[in-house]
């Protein structure tokens, strides 16, 4: 079996890092495993082991045709069987599987809004799944809503699951004191209300104490809005925005507490990537967070918009460095048993077998 992802770009996000870590491991399981970017490059690609096949489509709009006879050409020179759309990309998929149908069309949805499906906009991917073969969702809530909206007879719910990035090079030094560290990794969305996050921060704020913000910027008002919450509550000296980073074990390794104040969420690799790195975490309950921070001693759950509920947790975790350490090692030892690698790249290739 040749198997090709096929993702947007290659920024750090949960979909960009899922495409990547599924060439790599695929490669030591299938005949071939190759990994298509057809908009955009990003520091994602330093991961992408030699193992694997790469191609970049440099693609300029959503019906580039030049872009669309690259990537069937691709598939076709390669004979690959399975191709494996991450999030977004399974519109330009679609667009060449009309063209040479002679693939399995595998679309993968990684919906952030999971809590919100009654506003998605999903004509085109109603439209597309007609030429689709499978669909895996990364919750219970978006499988049965591809059961009920999308002409596909096969869905399966497949697990994230967090890896290391221990080859990347360790270039970021965080801010703040070793052992007085807390870190948000997500991107700079609306969805992921950082806003919360700073004033539950703003309420605790205990000496020495750092809040560093991981993931990329959009440079949009969304991000302004966090910048000038930073300014005007003369937290600078506090909080640290760092935009994208490579180097996410580095980082990891050197904080303490992992947060989330999402609004919504699918299964957020970045609680499992806390987990791995043995942090304690403190998250909203949206999308499958649930699943991961499953009872108290794994760390906690609190609702969304809950400002005060959040600040009181954050406020527990570092006010109890013994059961900060306890929650964290009871969440690694919950997250190797139950989000391993090699259990979910077997249920892939059972999938992939089945189409």
Known sequence: MKTLQVIDTLDTGGAEKLAVTYANALATEVEASFLCTTRKEGVLKNQVVKEVGYLFLNRKSTFDLGAIKRLKSFIKENDIKIVHAHATSFFIVFLTKLI????????????????FLAERKAFAIKMASYMMNGVISVNQRLKDWAEQNLAVSKVVYLSNFPVKSETVKANTKLKGVDGKRIVCLANLRPQKDHLLLL?????????????????????DDYSRQIK???????????????????????????????????????????????????????????????????????????????????????????ENEYECFAKAKELTKHIQENFAQKAIIQQLLSFYNKL
Not at 199 to 219: I, N, S
Request: some cysteine; hydrophobic content about 40%.
């Open 100 to 115: 040479y149908p002679k693939f399995k069309m595998v679309w993968h949805d990684h919906y952030g809004n999971s809590e």
């Open 199 to 219: 004033q539950a921060f703003k309420m605790v704020q205990k000496e020495e104490w750092t809040l560093h913000l991981v993931g990329k910027d959009f440079e």
């Open 228 to 318: 000038l919450y930073i300014h005007d509550h003369d937290l600078s000296g506090k909080v640290f925005v760092y935009g994208s980073r490579e180097d996410v074990s580095h980082i990891l390794n050197q904080c303490d507490i992992g947060v989330l104040s999402s609004k919504s969420e699918g299964l957020p690799i970045a609680l499992l990537e806390y987990g791995l790195h043995e942090l304690a975490a403190l998250v909203t309950n949206v999308g499958e967070c649930s699943r991961v921070v499953s009872d108290e001693t794994k760390g906690y759950l609190v609702p969304p918009n809950e400002v005060s509920q959040f600040s009181e947790k954050l406020a527990l975790l570092i």
